[in-house]
């Protein structure tokens, strides 16, 4: 069993930064791919990045690319995601998603479909 926690989320201005974390509990999190995705109110979850267990293999959409940053810390069982250039239309609830694959599934799944476990979300709102 596997409990995802985010923080990190809030309010910002169009052009600032965020850093969500999520931390797991389990001994096992170093097995689990991990990674983010999002959902604004009347839109379907989307993809946002993901990580493989070892770090070295990673995943973002294009939306974010050369924006957002992902990464682990196996030994603090967390992942953090780092957004820079934040726009308006990056607002939505963040939830963090652990899946006992690779990160290329993470990547190609719909919506998140078929995730292991979940965060409860944390909300980033970008005003313009």
């Known amino acids: 069993q596997v409990q995802l926690v985010e923080s990190g989320g809030g309010l910002v201005q169009a052009g600032g930064s965020l850093r969500l974390s999520c931390a797991a509990s389990?001994?096992?999190?170093?097995?689990?791919?991990m990674g983010w995705f999002r959902q604004d109110p009347g839109k379907e979850r989307e993809f946002v990045t993901a990580?493989?267990?070892?770090?070295?293999?990673?995943y973002y959409a294009d939306s974010v690319k050369g924006r957002f940053t992902i990464s682990r810390d196996n030994a603090k069982n967390t992942v953090y995601l780092q957004m820079n250039s934040l726009k308006p239309e990056d607002t939505a609830v963040y939830y963090c998603?652990?899946?006992?694959?690779?990160?290329?599934?993470?990547?190609?799944?719909?919506?998140?479909?078929?995730?292991?476990?979940w965060g409860k979300g944390t909300r980033v709102t970008v005003s313009s």
């Open positions: 998603a652990a899946y006992l694959g690779t990160a290329q599934a993470m990547r190609v799944s719909i919506g998140g479909n078929g995730m292991h476990y």
């Open positions: 389990g001994r096992t999190f170093s097995s689990y791919a």
């Open positions: 990580i493989s267990w070892t770090g070295t293999i990673i």
